[in-house]
């Protein structure tokens, strides 16, 4: 299991050291969360703090957008060369030009699925994609409670990929923590992110992502 802690629940003022200790860690990717504040009632960070991340961080970025104009953040972070740039199919109306525009620029794209949004909808795209990424809570704030029916989502997405597109994973963000990690990986899941277990966890971050892996 690739294991790809959640910058969110970092502390802001030693950002830097909280990046480190992640990577020192043994994690994978660094997941970071951009938020508008219109596609989702929360906003984060942009280009200039992440950039300050790229720097500091010694593994790949994993870049989720919840946001509204994603071609506008597309070109934002594309100059920090992400391993992955991760899309909301809600706000996309056009998600195979975006998909493909983010492949042309050397980065692998992937599309976000909210809770409720059918694995149906990637029927005629997973195919352009790298990665799927499955919400278990909804977007907008880390430490939320982990919805349980994304396991069964994943088994099914799994059928999807391997029928179409083996190589694409399945990464799952939201409420993860050691309680569920097994029924991921029995639900075929490649990568999980987690938040506030990786941060808040009483012995560390070492012995919180040792626990996920
Ligand atoms: C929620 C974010 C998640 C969040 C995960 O909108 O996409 O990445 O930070 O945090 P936890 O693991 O605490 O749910
Ligand atoms: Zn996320």
Known sequence: MLVAPSILSADFGNLAKDVKAICNAGCDLVHVDVMDGHFVPNLTIGPV???AVANVATKPLDIHLMVEDNNFFVDLFAPLKPEYISFHIESERHANRLANKIKSLGIKPAIVLNPHTSISSLE?????LDMVLLMSVNPGFGGQKFISAVAEKASRLKELILRKNPE???EVDGGVSNKNIDILQSAGVDIVVAGSYVYKHPNGVKEAI???K
């Open 124 to 128: 005629y795209i997973i195919e352009d």
């Open 49 to 51: 703090v992440v950039e």
């Open 210 to 212: 040792e626990s996920l």
């Open 168 to 170: 694409c994973l399945i």
